[in-house]
T-cell receptor, first 109, second 114 residues
Framework: GIQVEQSPPDLILQEGANSTLRCNFS?????LQWFHQNPWGQLINLFY???GTKQNGRLSATTVATERYSLLYISSSQTTDSGVYFC???????????FGKGTKLSVKP | GAGVSQSPRYKVTKRGQDVALRCDPI?????LYWYRQALGQGPEFLTY????????KSGLPNDRFSAERPEGSISTLTIQRTEQRDSAMYRC????????????FGPGTRLTVT
């Protein structure tokens, strides 16, 4: 099956700093989603991005499907950005998403 | 509009009891998915439905786990004879179409088996 690897596993930032999270996948995918799991456990949709670049406020994402990776950029980080960021892909003829292990982000005031 | 809802949000049960977890998808969404998430891990697929048809149940860990979606809307995940290893967050998601569409997740049910 497909492998989804996220890096780094843990990241600690000072408020106001920028960061880049990476997701590598081992095969062609039908779609790719980024999620933020906040400290209360909610899984929030950030981007649906099988290819190309999208921006939403301080967050942006780029997926280069031909090279099998996606990047999530967080600029001017805030303490509310803390949590776990998951990348998930839909692959082959399966309907389900396959998740990476996540990047745990802690933003310090 | 309303998102995906799940009930109960928290469930504590004794080993050996049966539990039923409910998912109410976004109105009009055709596909419904169940996932299980252990602490410190990403969600893992259990099963999914298109309308009322169960399309894939390859992720169900054993025959104590079953799911249904009889009218193509609300779904129930049932775990019989619960064991401590069943303790986890159970998440439901829905998508407008099937295959490849964006999935939206509910708040989850935290199941603890004592």
């Amino acid at each position: 099956g497909i492998q989804v690897e996220q890096s780094p596993p843990d990241l600690i930032l000072q408020e106001g700093a920028n960061s880049t999270l990476r997701c590598n996948f081992s095969d062609s995918v039908n779609n790719l989603q980024w999620f933020h799991q906040n400290p209360w456990g909610q899984l929030i949709n950030l981007f649906y991005i099988p290819s190309g670049t999208k921006q939403n406020g301080r967050l942006s994402a780029t997926t280069v499907a031909t090279e099998r990776y996606s990047l999530l950029y967080i600029s001017s980080s805030q303490t509310t950005d803390s949590g776990v960021y998951f990348c998930a892909v839909n692959w082959g003829s399966q309907g389900n998403l396959i998740f990476g292990k996540g990047t745990k982000l802690s933003v310090k005031p | 509009g309303a998102g995906v809802s799940q009930s109960p949000r928290y469930k504590v049960t004794k080993r050996g009891q049966d539990v039923a977890l409910r998912c109410d998808p976004i109105s009009g969404h055709v596909s419904l998915y169940w996932y299980r998430q252990a602490l410190g891990q990403g969600p893992e697929f259990l099963t999914y439905f298109n309308y009322e048809a169960q399309q894939d149940k390859s992720g169900l860990p054993n025959d104590r786990f079953s799911a249904e979606r009889p009218e193509g809307s609300i779904s129930t995940l049932t775990i019989q004879r619960t064991e401590q290893r069943d303790s986890a967050m159970y998440r439901c998601a829905s998508s407008l179409g099937g295959f490849g569409d964006e999935q939206y997740f509910g708040p989850g049910t935290r199941l603890t088996v004592t």
